[in-house]
Nanobody, 116 residues
Framework: QVQLVESGGGLVQPGGSLRLSCAAS????????MAWYRQPPRKQREWVAT???????SYKDSVKGRFTVSRDNAKNTVYLQMNTLKAEDTAVYYC??????????WGQGTQVTVSS
């Protein structure tokens, strides 16, 4: 089994930056894709960015140029660097992993609040 633990959320002013981390443990060799999602207040969960094991990253249009997803294989960790944050980026951010057998796993989420 794979476990995902997010960290790095918090309160930041508009225009500020945060870096989220998602540490994976367990059967990490079975992971084929990792992604970040978010759920804004009173809205449905939405996709933010994807980083496959091989291939290129992809981003939701509204975060392109501001967010960067990356990975450190030595630490089994995926990051989401978020710059120029806006109020509409306020959400609970979730890490997601898709395994080779098709199972989709989620972390517990981390709150990001962008407010002055």
């Amino acid at each position: 089994q794979v476990q995902l633990v997010e960290s790095g959320g918090g309160l930041v002013q508009p225009g500020g930056s945060l870096r989220l981390s998602c540490a994976a443990s367990g059967s990490i060799s079975s992971i084929i894709v990792m992604a970040w999602y978010r759920q804004p207040p009173r809205k449905q969960r939405e996709w933010v960015a994807t980083i496959p094991t091989t291939g290129i990253t992809s981003y939701k249009d509204s975060v392109k140029g501001r967010f960067t997803v990356s990975r450190d294989n030595a630490k089994n960790t995926v990051y989401l660097q978020m710059n120029t944050l806006k109020a509409e980026d306020t959400a609970v951010y979730y890490c997601n992993a898709v395994l080779a057998r098709g199972q989709s796993l989620w972390g517990q989420g981390t709150q990001v609040t962008v407010s002055s």
